[in-house]
C-alpha cells in the first residue's frame, strides 16, 4: 500500500520495511496480535470472514508505507514476484482479497496497482473472485477495474472506516463464491478536489459520497467514490465513481449519474488556508492569555500522509522568531536530530540543528538553542482514530525544547495520526497552549477530543502536499482537468 507523491523523493526497501513489511508467516502472525502492523482493511476482513464461517487463510505480502515518492521499480517488482510465488504455492484458491490504496507509482511503472491486479488474475483465472479495498484518494484507471471483480473504497475522510471496508469485502467475496454475480461500471472525472477540501464529516464530499450511498439498494451493491490523489502527477489523476451491481445496465445508469451530481459540486471544492503571518498571530495571543482557547495549527503543506517529507521549518521557525510558547510542534522527520538528541541525553542544551542532511526542496535548515526534554524508543499502540489499536515506531524520537516549543523529531517519518506521538514524551495536550501538527487532515480523528473544527487552522505555508494545486509544478495530469482548468464543460 503506497500512495505516490510525483514530486517526492523515491520510496525505497528501507522506508517500507521500516514501516510494514510483513510476507507468509509473518503477516499471519501480525494479524492474529493484539496490535497489529498491518492496515486495518486486513484485520477488519479477516475478523468478518472468521465471523462467517471457516476459512484457510493464506497469506501472501503487505508492504505498506505512509504515503511518499514513487517506489523504487526493483523492489517493486521483488515484492510482486513474492506476492505471486506465494499464491502460486497455494493454487488453486477460492478467492483472493487485496488491500491496495490505488494512488501508487513507480520509478518504471505509472499503474503498479493495475500491474499487482494483473499479476494475481493471470494467475487464478478469470472465474476466481478478487475483491479489493482502495484508498479514498486512489487514483483508478479501467485496468483497475476490469482485473478485479469488487473494488471497495473507503468513506470516510480519515479513514476511520478501513476495518467497515475490509468487512464489505469478506461479505462480498462469500456472496460471489454463493453464485452472486457481480458487474462494475467505471466514471472517470476530469476533476481533481485540493486535499483539504475533502473532509467526509460535511462539506462537498461528504454530500457526495452520501448521494451515492444512497444508491445501495434493489441490485447495487456498492458505490465507491474516489476523490484520487492530485499529487501522484499521473495519467491516472480524477475523481472517479464505481459502481458494482447485480445488472450492469443498472450499474452504468447509476455511475453515470452519481458522476454527473459530483460534476455538479465540483466549485464547492475550495481551500481556506490562513497565512503564516496570521496564524503567528494567534500563536502568540493564546501563549500570552491563557483565558483564550488553545489552538490546533495544521502544516498541510507538509504532510508526510500526502508524500511531505514533514520537517519544513516554516511554522517553527515564524513561531520561534515571535517569541511563542507553550506550543509543541511534530512528528518532524529529521534522524540526524533524532540521533544526536540521543547521544548527548535528557537535560542536554545543545544547537539544535534541523535539517542538517536534507537536499529536498522546502526542507530549508533551521537552528535554535535547545534542550532535550524526553526520548523514546519510538514504539507506541495508537489510541485514537485511524491508529487506534495500531503499533507505530518512530524509531528513536525525542522532544526537544527550543525556545518554549517542543519540537518531536523522529527517525522514521509518520504524519501526526494520533495523540501518542505526543503524549509518549509525558507530554499534556490539554495543558499546551498551541499545537502544530505536521498531517492534512487524518489528526483530526485523533485530535477531536482536544480541538473542535472551530479551533484548527489549515496554515498556508509551502510544501510537497501543498493544496493550492496552481502551486504544483504539474507535468503528467490529463488536461483539461478542473479547477486548473476553470473553464472546461464535461458530461459523463
Not at 4 to 23: C, D, I, K, M, Q
Not at 115 to 122: D, G, M, S, Y
Request: net charge negative; hydrophobic share 40%.
Amino acid at each position: 500500500m503506497l500512495e505516490s507523491n510525483g514530486h517526492a523523493p523515491v520510496s525505497t526497501r528501507e522506508e517500507f520495511h521500516s514501516a510494514v513489511y510483513l510476507e507468509d508467516a509473518d503477516l499471519l502472525a501480525d494479524l492474529t496480535s493484539a496490535n497489529p502492523r498491518s492496515p486495518t482493511t486486513l484485520t477488519g476482513f479477516t475478523h468478518e470472514m472468521d465471523q462467517i464461517g471457516p476459512w484457510q487463510r493464506v497469506p501472501l505480502v503487505m508492504a505498506a508505507v505512509g504515503a511518499s515518492g514513487p517506489v523504487d521499480q526493483v523492489f517493486f517488482e521483488q515484492t510482486v514476484a513474492r506476492m505471486c510465488a506465494l499464491l502460486k504455492a497455494a493454487d488453486p484458491v477460492d478467492g483472493v482479497y487485496l488491500s491496495q490504496h490505488g494512488a501508487a507509482i513507480a520509478t518504471g511503472d505509472i499503474d503498479p496497482d493495475g500491474t499487482v491486479f494483473r499479476a494475481i488474475r493471470e494467475i487464478v483465472g478469470p472465474n476466481v473472485p478478487i475483491v479489493a479495498t482502495l484508498d479514498l484518494h486512489a487514483n483508478v484507471n479501467e485496468i483497475m477495474v476490469r482485473q478485479a471483480d469488487i473494488l471497495v473504497a473507503y468513506r470516510e475522510n480519515p479513514h476511520t472506516d478501513m476495518p467497515e471496508r475490509g468487512a464489505d469485502c469478506a461479505r462480498h467475496l462469500h456472496a460471489m463464491l454463493g453464485g452472486m454475480k457481480p458487474h462494475a461500471a467505471f466514471v472517470k472525472l476530469p476533476f481533481i478536489p485540493p486535499s483539504t477540501s475533502q473532509n467526509t464529516k460535511s462539506g462537498p464530499y461528504a454530500d457526495v459520497i452520501a448521494y451515492g450511498q444512497k444508491q445501495v439498494r434493489d441490485g447495487v451493491i456498492d458505490v465507491s467514490v474516489s476523490s484520487g490523489f492530485s499529487l501522484g502527477d499521473t495519467p491516472k489523476n480524477g475523481m472517479s465513481v464505481i459502481v458494482t451491481a447485480t445488472d450492469a445496465k443498472q450499474a452504468a445508469a447509476v455511475a453515470k449519474d452519481v458522476a454527473s451530481y459530483a460534476w455538479g459540486e465540483r466549485r464547492r471544492f475550495v481551500t481556506n488556508l490562513t497565512s503564516l503571518q496570521d496564524c503567528t498571530a494567534m500563536a502568540l495571543a493564546c501563549a500570552k492569555d491563557p483565558a483564550k482557547p488553545s489552538l490546533l495549527f495544521a502544516d498541510v503543506a507538509d504532510n508526510p500522509g500526502g508524500g511531505g517529507r514533514g520537517n519544513t521549518t516554516y511554522i517553527l521557525s515564524a513561531f520561534h522568531k515571535a517569541g511563542v510558547t507553550g506550543c509543541a510542534i511534530g512528528p518532524i522527520f529529521d534522524p540526524a536530530l533524532a540521533a544526536e538528541a540521543h547521544k548527548l541525553g535528557v537535560g542536554a542544551e545543545f544547537e539544535a540543528r534541523f535539517n542538517r542532511d536534507e537536499t529536498t526542496t522546502f526542507s530549508e535548515p533551521f537552528t535554535a538553542k535547545g534542550r532535550v526534554i524526553a526520548l523514546s524508543p519510538g514504539k507506541f499502540v495508537g489510541r485514537r482514530g485511524m491508529a487506534a489499536g495500531r503499533t507505530l515506531d518512530m524509531g528513536p524520537a525525542a522532544a526537544i525544547d527550543v525556545g518554549g516549543i517542543i519540537a518531536i523529531v523522529m527517525t522514521f517519518r509518520h504524519q501526526a495520526l494520533d495523540p501518542m506521538f505526543f503524549e509518549t514524551f509525558g507530554i499534556d495536550i490539554w495543558k499546551l497552549r498551541s499545537v502544530i501538527v505536521k498531517s492534512r487532515g487524518h489528526f483530526r480523528a485523533g485530535f477531536d477530543e482536544f480541538f473542535p473544527d472551530d479551533r484548527i487552522i489549515e496554515v498556508d505555508v509551502p510544501g510537497l502536499t501543498t493544496p493550492v494545486l496552481k502551486n504544483v509544478p504539474w507535468r503528467q495530469v490529463p488536461r483539461p482537468i478542473y479547477p486548473l482548468d476553470s473553464d472546461m464543460t464535461w458530461s459523463p
